[in-house]
């Protein structure tokens, strides 16, 4: 297999859980041709964060991020696709949904600034996470053991790629 077929994680976040849009977020990938190679809902550990978010660990707003992600349930899902970990962050959009694309899951499911979040003392809720390229072999590891990750034949390969 080209070595950009590659494997990426996504997290649907609690936010989006409890809104209903797991079954539309995961069409939006599905309808792009993407495989679910693993899928489950799973309740974040602050170990898990801790892991999960190395690089913001420190920052201010970390706190904030954990009890954001601890708020509920998370979907957390392996997808496969050609320069999947790229194509994945494109379709997902900006961080912030104020600027992220209409047409982008970030921008179709919000409008909300970082900025009114902060003046009303909430933490910004985006829906969605999706690995920078280069950090998903790592994040896939932390939220999946490697029997929970499917081989199968997807259409998309056929027809889609
Ligand atoms: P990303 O999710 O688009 O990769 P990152 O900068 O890696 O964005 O930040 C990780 C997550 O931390 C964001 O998705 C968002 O939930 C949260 N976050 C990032 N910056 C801020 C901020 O300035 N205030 C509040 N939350 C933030
Ligand atoms: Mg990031």
Redesign the pocket.
């Known amino acids: 297999m080209a070595e950009y077929v590659e494997q990426t994680f996504v997290a649907i976040?609690p936010d989006a859980v409890k809104r209903g849009l797991v079954g539309e977020i995961i069409s939006t990938f599905e309808d792009a041709g993407f495989k679910i190679q693993g899928m489950k809902m799973v309740q974040a550990t602050d170990q898990l964060l801790e892991q999960h978010?190395e690089?913001?660990v420190d920052?201010p707003?970390y706190e904030?991020?954990a009890e954001?992600m601890q708020q509920g349930p998370i979907v957390a899902i392996v997808l496969e696709g050609v320069h999947a970990a790229e194509n994945v962050?494109k379709i997902?959009g900006?961080?912030s949904a104020k600027d992220a694309h209409p047409s982008t899951i970030r921008g179709k499911y919000g409008h909300m600034s970082?900025e009114h979040?902060?003046e009303e003392g909430r933490?910004?809720?985006?829906i969605i996470?999706?690995s920078?390229p280069g950090e998903q072999e790592k994040e896939i590891s932390i939220w999946f053991e490697e029997d929970e990750l499917h081989e199968y034949v997807h259409t998309g390969e056929e027809e889609v790629r």
Do not use: Q, S, W
């Open positions: 976040k978010y690089e913001h920052k707003f904030g991020l954001y962050r997902v900006d961080t970082m979040a902060d933490h910004y809720k985006n996470h999706a920078e």
